[in-house]
C-alpha cells in the first residue's frame, strides 16, 4: 500500500523542527528574492525530490534523454554525488563512475551521443555547458537531483513522489525523510508519484490525487516501474526474467536507496531472494568483494547474481571477484512507464516546452518551419518563457 515503506522516529521530532526553520527562512529569502535563482536561455528541465533516497530519478532522466536525444541536443547536468573528484567535469569515455557518479556513469555509457556533465555549483555546470566550444550546441539541460538547487530557475520543474514513501505521510529530517516540507511541492510544474503498483486500482488513483491536493497549474502523473532482460556484466547472453529456471537461488546484490520494491518485483520470478545490501552509493571495498564471494559459493545450485545498473557502474572492473562470480552476475535494467494513458500528455508537455524555448533544435527548426512570415506572436523571440506561462 502506498506510503508502507515510511519508517518515523518519534523521538527525533524535536530536531525536526530545528530543521524545518532552516529549511523554511532558506526557502523565504528565495522568495523574498534576498537569494536570487538565476533563468537561463537554454532551456532547463529539473528532476528531483523532497526526499532522501531513491525516488526512480535515473529511470526518469533517461526516459526524458530518449524523449529528446534525436531531436536536440541533449545535455545531463548532476552535482556527481559520492565522485571522488570536485569542480566542473564533462564526461568521456575515459570516465570513471569514482570521477562523476556512478549515476553520471551509467547515463553516460546508455547515452554516448549527449553531454553529461557534473559540477555542484549547477549555475556554473549550465553556464561551463552553454559557453565552452565543445558544448556550446546544447539545445536542453536535464538536472538530475536539483530540486532543492534553487539558484538555477528551471523552465519545468518536475517533483518525484515515491508510491511507498508519500510525503504526505512524512516527517522532516531527521524524524523523517524529507528534506523540506511537503509544502515545497508548490514549485513543481509537474508531480510524478513514482514506482507505483502495475495493478493500482480506479479508486486508488483518485484518492492519490486527492491527498496530494495540488494546485491547478500542477499536473499530476502516475508511473510504474518495467524491466528489461538480465544483461551479463563479464559473459554470457541476455536472460529474460521468465527464462529464469525454476529453483533458481538468486543473490540480490544491492548498493541503492531502497530495494524493497526490486525484491517485490522479482519475486513472481524467482523463489529464493538472499539480499545483500549497502548503503546508497556504496563504494565496494576488497572486504565487501571477499564478503560477496563466500556468500555466493555458499549458495546452493542453480544459483545467480541480480544487481542494478547502477551497481554495475561500482562493480565492474573491480579486482577480486571470483570466476564463479564474473560468470553468473547480472544486472536488471529497469525504466519506467506512464500509467492512465498519461504518456502522449506527459511527452507533449516537455517536447512542446523545449519546442517553443529552443533556437537550434529540430523542434525549433519545425516550429519556424510552420510559423507564418508575418508572424509577430509574443513569445517567438523568447526562450525564458517558464512552463507556467506555456
Not at 91 to 110: L, V
Not at 308 to 333: C, M, W
Request: with cysteine.
Amino acid at each position: 500500500m502506498e506510503g508502507d515503506f515510511i519508517k518515523i522516529n518519534e523521538w527525533l521530532t524535536p530536531l525536526s523542527w530545528l530543521y524545518g526553520i532552516g529549511v523554511s527562512i532558506r526557502n523565504q529569502m528565495f522568495e523574498l528574492g534576498i537569494l536570487k535563482s538565476k533563468a537561463y536561455d537554454v532551456p532547463v528541465i529539473s528532476v528531483g525530490n523532497i526526499t532522501v533516497g531513491g525516488s526512480g530519478k535515473t529511470p526518469h532522466v533517461e526516459y526524458l534523454i530518449r524523449q529528446l536525444h534525436d531531436k536536440v541536443k541533449v545535455a545531463v547536468l548532476s552535482r556527481g554525488y559520492k565522485r571522488k573528484t570536485r569542480g566542473y567535469i564533462l564526461a568521456d569515455k575515459q570516465s570513471t563512475a569514482r570521477e562523476i557518479g556512478d549515476e553520471s556513469y551509467q547515463i553516460m555509457k546508455k547515452f554516448p551521443d549527449i553531454y553529461v556533465a557534473v559540477d555542484k555549483k549547477r549555475c556554473n555546470g549550465i553556464e561551463r555547458l552553454t559557453t565552452d566550444d565543445e558544448t556550446r550546441d546544447t539545445d536542453v539541460i536535464l538536472l538530475d537531483d536539483a530540486y532543492q538547487h534553487r539558484y538555477v530557475k528551471p523552465g519545468i520543474n518536475i517533483l518525484l513522489v515515491d508510491y511507498h514513501r508519500l510525503i504526505i505521510y512524512d516527517k522532516l529530517l531527521p524524524a523523517g525523510r524529507l528534506r523540506e516540507p511537503q509544502s515545497g511541492k508548490a514549485r513543481a510544474d509537474i508531480v510524478i508519484i513514482t514506482k507505483c503498483p502495475a495493478d493500482l486500482k480506479p479508486m486508488e488513483f483518485r484518492v492519490l490525487t486527492k491527498a496530494l491536493n495540488l494546485y491547478p497549474y500542477q499536473k499530476l502523473f502516475f508511473t510504474t516501474l518495467e524491466y528489461g532482460d538480465l544483461q551479463p556484466l563479464y559473459c554470457g547472453e541476455d536472460l529474460p526474467l521468465q527464462q529464469i529456471p525454476e529453483g533458481t537461488h538468486v543473490l540480490l546484490l544491492t548498493g541503492i536507496a531502497s530495494p524493497k520494491q526490486m525484491i517485490i518485483d522479482l519475486k513472481p520470478y524467482v523463489g529464493d531472494i538472499q539480499p545483500m545490501t549497502f548503503a546508497d552509493h556504496h563504494q565496494f571495498s576488497k572486504k565487501d568483494i571477499r564478503r560477496i564471494n563466500e556468500q555466493f559459493e555458499a549458495m546452493p545450485e542453480p544459483k545467480m547474481i541480480i544487481t542494478t545498473e547502477k551497481d554495475n557502474a561500482r562493480l565492474f572492473g573491480l579486482e577480486g571477484l571470483s570466476e564463479q562470480v564474473r560468470h553468473h552476475i547480472y544486472q536488471l535494467p529497469v525504466h519506467i512507464k506512464f500509467m492512465l494513458g498519461q504518456e502522449e500528455e506527459f511527452n507533449e508537455k516537455i517536447i512542446g516546452y523545449v519546442r517553443k524555448n529552443s533556437k537550434n533544435s529540430i523542434l525549433a527548426k519545425a516550429k519556424d518551419d510552420n510559423k507564418p512570415k508575418d508572424s509577430n506572436r509574443a513569445g517567438d523571440g523568447s526562450r525564458t518563457i517558464s512552463f507556467r506561462n506555456n
